[in-house]
């Protein structure tokens, strides 16, 4: 399975309410990053976030990482329909120097906002 | 801004063609990676490279070949497209800086193999 494994797998709610994904993986991490991707469209990288942090904020988006139960959520306050996407956790499980930087996506949460 | 440059949005090739998907990034990024996307297996990684001419497997390499001859270019090879490689494929980059790096990506390309 999966190493990141998002829930739920699709979301759907109205513009100003927020929104809120989560992201679960089974083995230790260097860090655990997420992405948006608009339909057909590549992916973009929204926030990244260090296995010794706890909490990161960006703008409307707030991740949070729980290492001791290998999960992560990231909250979308106050939404609007141009939130509407894909958002994929990834996480980068290699040891130092020999990850390059790999990665392993999860299956995604498609978001839908109403306007 | 970081652009990752994929050749074709939309590609249309034939069973047992030869067919070679082309990424340039402009940010003079060490790494490298070709992805596929298929709906409810999310991506996943074919090959990636984190210098010139290096190259290393990913999850899934069978059926697939890459080529490094320069840093900024980075080409994914279907030595003989089956139609089971048809997918959504996608070129990403990111500095070496031993990880903590985030991947930028390409807009994908679109293969169907008939």
């Known amino acids: 399975s999966q190493q990141g494994e998002e829930d739920p797998q699709a979301l759907s709610i109205q513009e100003g309410e927020n929104a809120t994904m989560n992201c679960s993986y089974k083995t230790s991490i260097n860090n655990l990053q997420w992405y948006r991707q608009n339909s057909g469209r590549g992916l973009v990288h929204l926030i990244l976030?260090?296995?010794?942090?706890r909490e990161k904020h960006s703008g409307r988006l707030r991740v949070t990482l729980d290492t001791s139960k290998k999960s992560s959520s990231l909250l979308i306050t106050a939404s609007r329909a141009a939130d509407t996407a894909s958002y994929f956790c990834a996480t980068d499980t290699g040891a130092g120097g020999t990850s390059y930087g790999k990665l392993t996506f999860g299956q995604g949460t498609i978001l839908t906002v109403h306007p | 801004d970081v652009k990752v440059t994929q050749s074709s949005r939309y590609l249309v090739k034939r069973t047992g063609e030869k067919v070679f998907l082309e990424c340039v990034q402009d940010m003079d990024h060490e790494n490298m990676f070709w992805y596929r996307q298929d709906p409810g297996l999310g991506l996943r990684l074919i090959y990636f490279s984190y210098d010139v001419k290096m190259k290393e497997k990913g999850d899934i390499p069978e059926g697939y070949s890459v080529s490094r001859e320069k840093k900024e270019r980075f080409s994914l090879i279907l030595e003989s497209a089956s139609t089971n490689q048809t997918s959504m494929y996608l070129c990403?980059?990111?500095?070496?800086?031993?990880?903590?790096?985030?991947?930028?990506f390409g807009d994908g390309t679109r293969l169907s193999i008939l």
């Open positions: 976030i260090r296995s010794n942090e």
């Open positions: 990403a980059s990111s500095l070496v800086d031993f990880s903590n790096q985030p991947q930028h």
